[in-house]
């Protein structure tokens, strides 16, 4: 395996069969009875029968012969029912609350024309994608370094750096992203884009420290450049080690099954609550496929947390500072 970073209906029949109503044999039953008894009787009898017949046949077919554990099982099955679409309201409702705080990243570059002179935006060539989400209502948006890594090291000015996003009000628009500060060790950037007086929405910060193997997360990105895409998994593992882009070690790494591809990068993992526990970053794939193989991993918010302070501040990690 690799590490690879994530810039028939079935139908039955019924047969009911039944003896046809013999009338001598109903005398030599009742022999021994007066012929008014016999007649009462038989009315009775084909009262009961009628009835018997229509009921059988108005009951699905599971519950003739067992109807109350038939009707034990209906309602487990309607409990279980109530059950998964309230599981999935939940998961709709979250989704709608925390994808206005993600935002879509587009690596461009610039051409250049025949006077050496870079052309303009729109025949720029699209170098890559990722995710990110918002920080604060300022413009301060987090991603993973290697999400803008090309930009970050442009000596030629040809890069460019568009991020995508709604406001409060639902309104998408797009600026150009502006590098503030970098953490290549921890792969963390946070970019900065003009608001515009527009309010955004900053995702809401959870802790990693209380992590448990086995609970609900829930991944937001942008993969392959479809955006907006919610992948819902597990805590798969904790404490893992994984590297970062300059070849150091990332420590604590959450380990998830949810889906995190090319594209996934920068975006926030959430638990059940919709608080961001981590920042989706890589995946191993399968030798020569490029396919996920189930083995996804974010860096923990409380890195996160320590980390983009100091970037919005100084531009460099505080490790980086003396």
């Not at 034990?72 to 279980?80: F, N, V």
């Not at 991603?143 to 709604?166: E, F, M, P």
């Not at 893992?240 to 882009?245: L, N, Q, T, V």
């Amino acid at each position: 395996m690799a590490m690879a970073l994530a810039s028939s209906k079935v139908s039955s029949s019924i047969y009911h069969t039944s003896t046809p109503f013999n009338r001598s044999n109903l005398v030599l039953a009742c022999s021994g009875s007066n012929q008014v008894d016999i007649v009462d009787r038989r009315r009775r009898i084909m009262i009961f029968g009628s009835s018997l017949a229509l009921a059988s046949t108005l009951l699905p077919s599971n519950l003739q012969i067992f109807p109350v554990e038939s009707a034990i099982a209906l309602e487990q099955l309607k409990e279980k029912e109530d059950e998964l679409e309230e599981e999935e309201e939940r998961n709709v409702i979250l989704f709608q609350k925390t994808s206005p705080s993600v935002v879509y990243i587009e690596d461009i570059e610039l051409p250049k024309t025949s006077s050496g002179d870079f052309s303009d935006e729109e025949n720029a060539k699209i170098e890559g994608t990722g995710s990110g989400f918002v920080w604060d209502k300022l413009g301060h948006i987090v991603t993973n370094y290697h999400v803008i890594a090309k930009l970050a090291t442009d000596q030629l000015g040809s890069q460019r750096c568009k991020v995508s996003l709604v406001d409060a009000t639902g309104t998408r628009f797009t600026k150009d992203g502006k590098i503030v500060g970098l953490d290549p060790d921890n792969d963390l950037a946070v970019l900065k884009i003009e608001t515009e007086g527009r309010e955004l929405i900053p995702v809401v910060l959870g802790t990693s420290n209380d992590l448990r193997v086995g609970q609900n997360c829930f991944a937001i990105g942008n993969p392959y450049g479809y955006e907006n895409t919610l992948t819902i998994g597990v805590v798969s593992g904790l404490g893992r080690e994984i590297p970062s882009p300059n070849g150091k070690s990332i420590r604590e790494a959450i380990q998830t099954d949810a889906d995190i591809n090319s594209g996934n990068s920068g975006g926030p993992l959430l638990d059940s609550f919709g608080h961001t526990i981590g920042v989706n970053t890589a995946t191993f794939t399968r030798k020569g496929s490029g396919m996920s193989s189930g083995v996804n991993f974010a860096i923990p918010i409380d890195t996160v947390v320590r980390t983009v302070p100091y970037l919005i501040v100084y531009g460099t990690a505080y490790r980086d500072r003396f």
